[in-house]
């Protein structure tokens, strides 16, 4: 039996369906955050991880940002890249028994002191990043981003986003030429290797082409980008680390300097957008072999010329 609040409640909901009002709606209410499930990926509305995903674990054990060691790690890499130079440079003439100035100057025309002290500058970056983000934060290798996740796409993109790195440096080869200001890099390695032999230039391709690629990538991509990305965004990220990987390579040259480093610089911001768009570090790796593959050959073309 139907209490008087309960008949009363029916004769009002019947007047209004009579008349054809319609019920107040019953108020809606946010929806409240939920928790992150196992295996999801969960992204905090605000902070560094809106950024990055994996922002939390990007910093690894210590107190002060992995972006303020950047700068202080290019510089401490350079000066260990100039003491292992010094190391080979007093080692290679200890071994070949040269004493003069005159020996000393001849070096730079040796393809094999030019092979043992060209990878100082890579090696001395890529130690930094290692020392780093391994020794010093205890994060693993697949931070860099140098896993298999994904490898298919990414060697995808490290395929197009090397023919386009070459693309940028034939397009401002034409320009830059007009202008005035072309690079003497190709003349800095031929001399050198003028006269090396098959096993040289099989070292100087291996280097060029795989070494070279790995090292810098691993500094510039892997730890750079990714380090300023964390506190800046992954704009200042890209386009920093790109500025920063082409400042070095004015070393290599004597005349050109704008001709080499804008469309390096450029270079730099394609693969910057490789590795932000993969996540995944061989793809810059690939795209930086294959423009440099085809600068090895047009090197080889060069030396075979009379």
């Keep these: 039996m139907s209490t008087p609040q309960e008949e009363q409640?029916?004769?009002n909901a019947a007047v209004l369906q009579a008349i054809g009002a319609q019920q107040p709606a019953q108020?809606?209410?946010?929806?409240?955050?939920?928790?992150?499930?196992?295996?999801?990926?969960?992204v905090p509305p605000l902070g560094p991880a809106a950024i990055d995903p994996t922002a939390t674990a990007e910093e690894g054990a210590g107190k002060l940002s992995l972006a303020f060691w950047v700068l202080p790690d290019a510089v401490f890499g350079m000066i260990l890249?100039?003491?292992?130079?010094?190391?080979?440079?007093?080692?290679?003439?200890?071994?070949?028994?040269?004493?003069?100035?005159?020996?000393i100057q001849s070096l730079q025309f040796d393809p094999t002191f030019t092979?043992?002290?060209a990878p100082t500058l890579g090696i001395g970056f890529a130690t930094m990043a290692v020392m780093r983000i391994r020794l010093l934060r205890k994060l693993p290798w697949s931070w860099f981003g140098l896993h298999l996740r994904t490898i298919g796409p990414a060697l995808g993109w490290?395929?197009?986003?090397?023919?386009?790195?070459?693309?940028?440096?034939?397009?401002?080869?034409?320009?830059?030429?007009?202008?005035?200001?072309?690079?003497?890099?190709a003349e800095q390695i031929i001399g050198p290797f003028r006269s090396a032999s098959s096993l040289q230039l099989g070292l100087l391709g291996l280097f060029i082409v795989v070494v070279g690629p790995f090292l810098e990538e691993l500094f510039?991509?892997?730890?750079?980008?990714?380090?300023?990305?964390?506190?800046?965004?992954?704009?200042?990220?890209?386009?920093?680390?790109?500025?920063?990987f082409a400042a070095p390579h004015a070393l290599s040259i004597t005349t050109g300097f704008i001709g080499l480093l804008a469309p390096i610089f450029i270079g730099g911001l394609i693969l910057g957008y490789v590795y932000q768009r993969t996540g995944n570090l061989w793809s810059c790796v690939l795209a930086h072999s294959i423009n440099n593959l085809v600068g090895f050959l047009g090197l080889l073309a060069a030396l075979s010329l009379p």
Excluded: C, H
């Design 158 to 185: 490290g395929t197009v986003a090397g023919f386009a790195f070459l693309a940028i440096n034939f397009a401002s080869g034409l320009i830059f030429e007009r202008l005035g200001s072309t690079p003497d890099q």
């Design 81 to 103: 890249a100039l003491a292992l130079q010094v190391i080979a440079l007093f080692g290679f003439m200890a071994a070949q028994g040269l004493k003069t100035q005159e020996d």
């Design 27 to 42: 108020p809606e209410w946010p929806a409240q955050p939920q928790p992150p499930q196992e295996g999801d990926l969960w």
């Design 220 to 244: 510039f991509r892997g730890y750079v980008l990714r380090a300023i990305r964390q506190r800046l965004g992954a704009t200042w990220g890209i386009v920093l680390s790109g500025a920063l």
């Design 9 to 11: 409640a029916r004769r």
């Design 115 to 117: 092979l043992i002290a």
